[in-house]
């Protein structure tokens, strides 16, 4: 069974966010990926499992070789985390726009 991992956890590792660049370009085998970083091919092997299990990406087998496709959809997750933030944000500086802009008025 997969253990469902989060896609926070995967974002968060600067590799793996390496590995999603990488891979929205184009899709890519393990070793061709391995070959980017200073670790070992096990290592980048992992953070690919980590990413597979969220989601992120796909894993597919084209004769011997297992290429790994980008699937930037669950990325949402993120967008609509960050989205009601920004909102937050936004409407925290319009006040704050609105309150100088009457103490600016106030002094003229």
Not at 9 to 23: C, V, W, Y
Not at 70 to 94: C, F, G, H, P, S
Request: net charge positive; proline share 1%; glycine share 2%.
């Amino acid at each position: 069974m997969t253990q469902k991992r989060d896609i926070f956890q995967a974002i968060a590792d600067p590799t793996r966010r390496q590995i999603i660049g990488m891979l929205a370009r184009k899709s890519l085998n393990v070793n061709a990926i391995a070959k980017e970083f200073d670790i070992t091919r096990q290592a980048v092997s992992l953070h690919v499992q980590f990413l597979n299990d969220c989601g992120l990406i796909v894993i597919k087998q084209q004769g011997r070789e297992r290429y790994c496709e980008a699937k930037l959809a669950k990325l949402n997750e993120v967008t609509d985390w960050v989205d009601q933030y920004r909102k937050y944000w936004d409407n925290k500086l319009d006040s704050l726009e609105s309150y100088l802009a009457k103490i600016q008025k106030k002094k003229k």
